[in-house]
Structures are given as C-alpha cells and as structure tokens.
C-alpha cells in the first residue's frame, strides 16, 4: 500500500522556483506557479516555508529538486550551487515540514523523470545533458542513478582544453560547461562577431534570420557540446542521450546523431530530446521520493 502519494515538488533554480502538487506516480494535481527566486537566503528560506505552509495538509512529503550537489541521504547540499544565494548550501530543507523533505540534484531528478516515463525508459543505461545557464549531467548505469561516493557524481566540470581561454564559473579553466551552455554560447557569439555587445539571444534571433555570423556561432557551439557528448558516451557506454534545455529546440538530433556515433568507439546510441519539458525535475523529485519513501515505510 502506497503511504506516500501526495507530494509539493520544487524546483529550485538561480532564477526561478517552480512548485506544484505531484502524485507518487508523476502526475501534476495542480498547475506549475513559478516565481523569482529571491537574492537573499532567509528571504529564499521563508518564502519555502510559507509555501509549505499553504498546502502542509494536503500532502504527505515535500521533493526537492535543486541546483547544487545533494548528499547520498538526499537531505542536504554538500557542494557547487553555483549562482544561487549565498548561504543556501548550508539552507535546512528538512525543516520546512514536519512531512518528509526528500532533496535531489535538479539534472538528477530530470534524468530520473526521463528514465521512468520518458525520453529514456525501458533504458538501463542512459544521460541526461541539461543545457541552460551552466551544464548538468546526470547518469543512470545499470537501471541506478550515478551518485558517486558522496552524491556528488556526474559534474560537467572536467577540462576539455589545455589553453586557459575561459574560466568556468566553478574556477577552473576550460570546463565543459564553459564551451557547451548558454553561457558559452553568448561567447562564442562575442568570438565570431567581433563585438562584446553580442549574446547568446542574437544567436539565436540570427539563425532565425539564417545570419552568416550566428550560423557559425551556433555551429561551433553545437560542435563543442557533440565532442563533450561524445566523451563521456565512451565511458558510461549509454543506449541513449537524452538533451533537455531551450537551446535544444535548433539542434538537428538525427544529424547530431550520426556525429556522435561517428566520434565514439562503443556501441551506437540514440539521441533524444527531452519528453518531460519544464515539469521534469518537479516530477523526477516526486517519483524518487515516493519510491524511497514507500520502500523504507
């Protein structure tokens, strides 16, 4: 018997938190609010809290989908939060309700909600790159979902040039993220136009336009997130990848595709976009609870 079915399911970004009612089995009972994510943390805190408060007797637990790395309990944040408040590693989500509060990385939980009902099911291997602001990375191998010694597996930071030419937002030079993001992009726009004034916007506002110079911005971006893509496909040897984030919508998959598997030395795999669209962490949380949940009740 099912304990735990009803669930408020956030997800928590630098620039907006999203929040609705989710069934154990993934389905939206309410409609996704979204609001700014404030620039304070207590700010942040009680703004959860009230939240919380609203609908503490309608459920039965609280998932958390989140920027930063979670612990193997799924209780805390232990590491990289990247542009979110100071202070809200160390934020005491467990506190918000006297319900369960059960905490997971936000490409984790978006991985998850591909692997149990979308892009990637009936997969027992299988990676999620979400583009956006940064890059996450998430990865589920042999039907688990990687979590590293400490829950910290499946990071974008690892060095993909030797030049020093961009420093990624977690210090170190020439990471993944800092070639295959949004950020990156906006770069590479500055690169091929010349001009500081230029954004990943007017990339993408010039492909619409079939612009010359935001044809090859977009190409040289795209070339860097395959070889990324590539990589890592050599180590985790995934049947399928699955690409989430708004930059997606201009990729040719079924050319990406061929590129891929032209660059890698494994078995072919297949390149998805995306299913479960912006309610993939909120729903990826929720399942992830409530099978942990009802498994140790």
């Known amino acids: 018997m099912q304990k735990f079915k009803t669930f408020l399911a956030f997800d928590i970004g630098g620039t907006k938190i999203a929040y609705a009612l989710v069934s154990q089995d993934g389905k939206l009972l309410s409609e996704q609010i979204r609001i700014a ?127 020093k030419k961009r420093k990624c937002s977690c210090g170190l030079w020439d990471c993944y993220e800092i070639y295959a993001s949004g950020t990156a992009l906006g770069l590479d726009a500055k690169e091929v136009y010349g001009r500081d004034d230029v954004s990943s916007h007017d990339v993408i506002n010039g492909l619409k336009e079939k612009n010359p110079l935001a044809v090859k911005a977009y190409q040289i971006w795209e070339s860097d997130v395959v070889r990324g893509i590539a990589g890592l496909a050599n180590i985790f040897d995934p049947e399928v990848v699955v690409l989430f984030g708004s930059l997606t919508a201009f990729m040719d998959f079924e050319k990406l595709q061929k590129e891929v598997n032209a660059q890698i030395v494994t078995m072919p795999l297949l390149l998805k976009h995306a299913e479960m669209g912006n309610d993939a962490a909120l729903i990826g949380a929720t399942l992830a609870a409530a099978e942990k949940l009802n498994k140790d009740a």
């Open 37 to 163: 994510t404030p620039k304070d943390n207590k700010v942040l805190y009680e703004t959860l809290k009230d939240i919380v408060h609203q609908f503490e007797s309608q459920i039965d637990g609280v998932a958390i989908a989140t920027a930063g790395e979670v612990n193997k309990e799924n209780s805390e944040i232990i590491a990289s939060v990247g542009n979110m408040p100071e202070g809200y590693m160390h934020t005491d989500f467990v506190s918000l309700s006297s319900k369960p509060v059960y905490v997971e990385n936000d490409a984790n939980a978006a991985m998850w909600s591909e692997y149990r009902l979308g892009a990637a099911k009936g997969t027992q291997n299988s990676m999620l790159v979400a583009i956006g602001t940064g890059v996450g990375l998430a990865f589920i191998v042999n039907g688990m979902l990687l979590k590293g010694k400490s829950g910290a597996g499946g990071e974008a930071h690892f060095s993909v040039n030797r030049e």
